[in-house]
Structure formats: structure tokens, C-alpha cells
């Protein structure tokens, strides 16, 4: 977690000089908001099935590009377009692994396991749409914000780890996951400080992934907070 801490420590002393800056200049009439964002969230699985379970610290890292278009006069009122990337980890008692013809095989692990680690990541390319209402102007630089959307994320790249007996187990690029994620987000707050959600509306695994007899129908939820520069 250290680099996700030096990253916002960067980002917002980068904001108040920004600040300061844009306090000496002329008033621009025709100002636009929170064109670049970072998010840092705890990530939760959604819809799971028995005995499916969490455990450890499930990280995010989301950061891109947000086109802010104002909607009316005043400019409080937008619409966002963007890019981004968003990095995932889900710490849980699923274990991946592979059976003999090379399909992949799902299963929990219980209480008599040993084993120190078993996690999946995700790395997305994201397309953030927004609808963005705040209370800012053309001099104010702190503000109350709503911004509810919606979020289409392709993979890119992904792993599963597993670290304990008999053996540590660790796979790359798993072709079961849904190559393609969608949901809605939601951040608010003022200022530097701002509440995110993010609720998946599909499911992380394809039909492919088989957990006794029944499809893994487990979907992606995200808590945290979202900053935003100029």
C-alpha cells in the first residue's frame, strides 16, 4: 500500500499549488472540473455462494482522464467521458487451479487447508461515464460534488496465487474471468474528500467456471475514496 499513499500524497500537494496558481489568474468563464481522478478502494464480493468466504485486505487502485463537457450557464452541471486503469486484488477461499486436460477448476478451501495467501487480480482498461452535479464556480475551488455513472472495463491482464501445501499454485491471464465488466458508480463528498461506490452489474466469472455443479455467479463491489485534480 505504500506506493497507492505516495501516489495521493503527490496528486494532492499537486492540487493546492494548482490552487494557489489559479488564485492570482484571470476568472475563467468557461472553467471545467476534475478532469484527472484516483481512487483507492476495499473491494467486496457480491452474490456469493456458500462457504465462499473473504479474508485478508482486498485492495484497489483506479486512476485516468475524465473530459469534463458543462451542461448549462452556470457549469455546475456536466457530463464526464474518460479512460482509465483500474488495478483489483480479491483475497478469498477460492482455489484455481487446473486439472489434467487444462481446463480450469474451482473449489473452496475450508478450515483443515494450510495456506498463507489465495488471491485473484484484475487489471482493466476502463471507459468512466458520469453525470456530474456540484456547487462549484468560477473562483470556488472547494465544493460539494455528485457524480453518479457508469463504468464499462475490459481486462487486460489477470492471476490467481495460491501459497501453501503441498504446493503453491499460480496462474496467468485465467480465460474464465468475463473479459468484459460493467457497473454503476457513484462518488460524493466536497472537496479533497469523496465517498466511492462502485456496484458490478455482471458477474466476475464467465459461465465457463463451475463451482460444484453451479456457475460462479460472484459480482465486483468497491468502497473507498475518490480524488480529484484539475
Excluded at 64 to 77: A, H, K, Q, S, T
Excluded at 103 to 132: C, H, M, Q, V, W
Aim: net charge positive; aromatic share 16%; proline share 3%.
Amino acid at each position: 500500500m505504500k506506493y497507492i499513499f505516495k501516489i495521493l500524497i503527490v496528486l494532492l500537494s499537486f492540487q493546492c499549488a494548482f490552487s494557489q496558481e489559479s488564485t492570482i489568474k484571470e476568472i475563467d468563464s468557461l472553467y471545467k472540473e476534475d478532469q484527472f481522478y484516483l481512487g483507492v478502494t476495499y473491494n467486496l464480493l457480491g452474490q456469493k455462494p456458500d462457504k465462499l468466504s473473504q479474508n485478508g485486505f482486498s485492495t484497489g487502485l483506479h486512476f485516468g482522464f475524465i473530459n469534463d463537457m458543462p451542461l448549462n450557464e452556470n457549469r455546475n452541471v456536466a457530463l464526464g467521458v474518460g479512460l482509465g486503469v483500474s488495478i483489483n486484488s480479491f483475497n478469498q477461499n477460492l482455489l484455481i487451479d487446473k486439472d489434467n486436460p487444462g481446463a480450469f477448476t474451482y473449489s473452496l478451501l475450508d478450515g483443515n487447508s494450510t495456506y498463507s495467501k489465495n488471491k485473484f487480480y484484475r487489471n482493466l482498461i476502463e471507459l468512466p461515464i458520469e453525470f456530474r452535479w456540484r456547487t462549484s464556480t468560477p473562483t470556488e475551488y472547494k465544493f460539494w460534488r455528485i457524480y453518479t455513472g457508469f463504468k464499462l472495463g475490459y481486462i487486460i491482464t489477470s492471476d490467481s496465487k495460491f501459497k501453501g501445501q503441498p504446493e503453491s499454485i499460480k496462474y496467468h491471464n485465467i480465460n474464465d474471468f468475463n473479459k468484459l465488466q460493467y457497473g454503476l458508480t457513484l462518488s460524493a463528498g466536497y472537496n479533497t474528500w469523496n465517498l466511492y461506490l462502485y456496484y458490478g452489474l455482471n458477474p466476475i466469472f464467465s459461465k465457463d467456471a463451475v463451482l460444484n455443479g453451479n456457475a460462479i455467479d460472484i459480482n465486483a463491489i468497491k468502497v473507498g475514496l475518490m480524488f480529484y485534480v484539475l
